[in-house]
């Protein structure tokens, strides 16, 4: 990916040298509602590499977007031995 100037550029352009073309067009294409209700994480080796301003940047244009250094990750792979229906009812 390709680094720019201070000068201004299209929010498709920014897209597209920070994240390439596929990205760009997929984040480009979201419609309003998509924007509202998906979450765009952004992840990537410590360091200046354009987290931060891409966050911000789609934050400006309407995308609910998350760093992942902010948040909490929980993963679950272990399968469930006894399955409740609505377990989610039965804690307190």
Known sequence: MGHFTTA???????????????????????SSQEKESRFIIIDGRRGPTG?????KVLQKHG?????????????????????VANFSDCVD
């Open 8 to 30: 201004n550029i299209t929010f498709f352009n920014y897209l597209m040298s920070i994240v390439g073309p596929d990205v760009a067009e997929e984040l480009f294409s979201m």
């Open 51 to 55: 987290k931060s301003t891409l966050c």
């Open 63 to 83: 995308y609910q977007v998350l760093e992942m250094h902010e948040q909490k990750y929980i993963r679950l792979d272990v399968e469930l031995q006894c399955k």
